[in-house]
């Protein structure tokens, strides 16, 4: 509430000072947005709008931004590629989609076992993860600025129930990224399919089990129609963060107070977009178990070697993949630091809350 106030407060200000210290007008500039994201995922997609709102009222309408759906210009798994070649002067997509190029995007999104949305937003706005990025994406011609996060996600809908490890043994499951490399590595059959594809897939039997997001957008697509079992927690994306792209020749051909209008939209949709997923996620989930959902936590043996093969992943590309090791060394050793804080403050407080009665 207060972080929210004083965003707006600093929005106000700039807006001030932009309209008393800029001489009669800046440049007109004209913008598209390729979003990654389809309109139905309104928490998601919905950063875009907030930004283009937020940039067009801090230039007093000078600086705008026209948002375009995923596949509406390009394909959304292609928004980082659209913004590099400058065929879109911005995005917004999760820099996970882009591994194939890098391992390293990840850390711009999550990796599995990885930060909390606090902690990300902790590594990247003052733990110096904004600048160990910034080398890999202006290597692709792209600055990059944190665009939202969902929290922790969901681990998914199962058909059948898990009891153990062994029961991932041949299961097709629909998750992509790292978290579907893990899922091989302990017998399931990952698969990505877009987000259209997944309910059908899930109905026909063509897959047993799929990955969504939580509760507030996985009870749109239905899900819990076909598959009862809603496990717990998405282990492979424990605070997910987005992430608004833009070409690099673009933004600096930008006046400053158009830069700093953007950042300081940015900054406000980045928060704006969890607090929404916290707002709505919890009424979402009763509805969903009213109806029936049988809430699950992946076993123990489950957890615990997806752990283990998720960090010999993160070793083993350390070790052919320089600049993935370069941000992965600083990363760890983040993680660790956010661990041995957040375990004793917390992690007791929320243990107390959360379920002492
Ligand atoms: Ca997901």
């Avoid at 090791?325 to 007791?348: L, P």
Wanted: charged share 20%; with cysteine; glycine share 10%.
């Amino acid at each position: 509430m207060h972080r929210r106030g004083f965003l707006r407060g600093a929005g106000a200000g700039m807006a001030a000072a932009l309209a008393a210290g800029a001489s009669a007008s800046g440049p007109t500039v004209r913008w598209r947005l390729a979003s990654s994201f389809p309109k139905s995922l309104d928490t998601i997609y919905g950063a875009s709008e907030d930004l283009a709102r937020r940039v067009a009222e801090l230039t007093e309408g000078r600086f705008t931004l026209r948002v375009h759906a995923g596949g509406e210009l390009v394909p959304g798994l292609q928004v980082l590629d659209a913004v590099r070649d400058g065929s879109v002067e911005c995005g917004h997509s999760a820099s996970y989609y882009y591994v194939g190029k890098d391992m390293a995007f990840a850390f711009d999104c999550a990796l599995p076992f990885g930060l909390t949305a606090r902690q990300q937003n902790a590594w990247m706005s003052a733990g110096g993860g904004i600048e160990l990025m910034r080398p890999l994406f202006a290597r692709h011609n792209v600055i990059q600025f944190p665009g939202g996060n969902t929290g922790a996600q969901m681990g998914g809908w199962f058909r059948k129930e898990i009891r153990s490890l062994a029961d991932l043994r041949g299961l097709k499951m629909r998750i992509p990224g790292i978290g579907g490399q893990i899922m091989a590595s302990l017998g399931a059959v990952p698969m990505t399919l877009p987000g259209s594809d997944v309910y059908p897939a899930l109905e026909r039997g063509t897959i047993d089990a799929a990955e969504w997001v939580g509760p507030y957008d996985d009870e749109k697509l239905g899900f819990h129609k076909i598959a009862r079992n809603y496990y717990y927690p998405g282990w492979w994306e424990g605070g997910p963060q987005l992430s608004f792209y833009v070409n690099l020749k673009h933004w600096q051909a930008l006046p400053p107070t158009y830069r700093a209008a953007f950042e300081c939209a940015c900054a406000e949709a980045n928060q704006s977009m969890l607090a929404r997923y916290d707002a709505r996620n919890p009424p979402a989930l009763i509805r969903l178990v009213q109806q029936g959902v049988r809430l699950r936590a992946f076993p123990r043996d489950v957890m615990d070697a997806a752990r283990k093969a998720a960090f010999a992943l993160y070793d083993a590309e350390a070790a052919k993949n320089p600049e993935f090791a370069r941000i992965y060394k600083a990363w760890r050793s983040f993680r660790d630091s956010q661990i041995q804080w957040f375990k004793v403050g917390e992690a007791s407080y929320a243990n107390f809350i959360y379920f002492t009665k």
